[in-house]
């Protein structure tokens, strides 16, 4: 369902991706993991058309998002929640929820969400910013799961958020999953990219240095540690 083939990107001269391959399948949950600063996060906004690649190619459902402008990539069914959340402080629950979408949603919908996230409806009208961060991350997600995506692009979801709530939202990102929704996990917790993912990508330096199984992974301790500096046990 994506594919990206030989990926290039830069900020002003620095070369950030230098030929990036990845693919996801329908309804797989992959992991992209990478120490600091080696891209993750710029792939991701290739992805999105917020950073313009410098060179190969993106395909998603056999269109080029490379070729197309960014407001319309959303569109095609690529819900992105960014690094560090990114809801509006200022609006209500409600109002977040609801920014991406043409007009109110159906009653349906908005249930479905408040299954998953019963929270949410608890706080419909309370502001934004008055959220704990887990909640505001919940928010974030849901905000892009109410646009009904078939591919979901999440950046380090369980960053500072309390343990607690750590195992809420990967169960409630396992779900979205198991109802057909296809994800692209960037995550520092290995664990949990471990625990979503079958398949993971490690980054180094702009490039894809090491690609398997999860299995492979948990079987080969040696591997995180190597590519990661993490121990698994
Ligand atoms: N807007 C920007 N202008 C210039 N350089 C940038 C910009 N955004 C990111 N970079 C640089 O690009 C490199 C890759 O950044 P990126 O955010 O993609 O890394 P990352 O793998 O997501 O890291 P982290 O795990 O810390 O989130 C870093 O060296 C970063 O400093
Ligand atoms: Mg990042």
Redesign the pocket.
């Known amino acids: 369902m994506l594919r990206l083939e030989n990926l290039h990107a830069h ?2 001269k ?1 070369h ?2 230098q030929g990036v391959n990845l693919r996801i399948e329908d309804g797989e949950a992959v992991a992209l993991l ?12 290739t992805i999105m058309g917020l ?1 313009p690649p410098s060179g190969g190619a993106i395909t998603f459902a056999n269109v080029r998002l490379d070729q197309i402008p960014a407001y319309k990539i959303a569109g095609l069914g690529l819900g992105y929640v960014p ?1 560090g959340r990114r809801i509006f402080s200022s609006l209500n629950v409600f109002d977040n929820l609801c920014l991406g979408l043409p007009g109110t949603p159906d009653a349906a919908r908005l249930d479905e969400i408040f299954e998953h996230f019963p929270v949410l409806k608890e706080r419909l009208n309370q502001e934004g910013g008055t959220l704990s961060g887990g909640e505001q991350q919940m928010l974030a997600i849901a905000r892009c799961l109410i646009m009904q995506p078939k591919l979901l692009l999440l ?2 979801p369980t960053e500072g958020i309390m343990p607690k709530l750590v195992a809420t939202l990967r169960n409630e990102i396992r779900a979205a999953n198991k109802k057909g929704i296809s994800i692209l996990l ?1 995550e ?1 917790n290995f664990r949990i990219a471990l625990a979503l993912c079958t398949r993971v990508y490690i ?1 180094e330096k ?1 490039v894809i240095s090491y690609e398997g199984t999860a299995n492979e992974l948990r079987k080969n301790p040696d591997i995180a540690h190597r590519y990661l500096g993490v121990a698994i046990s």
């Open positions: 900020y002003g620095s950030i991706l990478g120490r600091n600063g080696v891209g993750k996060t710029t792939t991701l906004r950073t690094q950046d380090e960037v520092q980054m702009g």
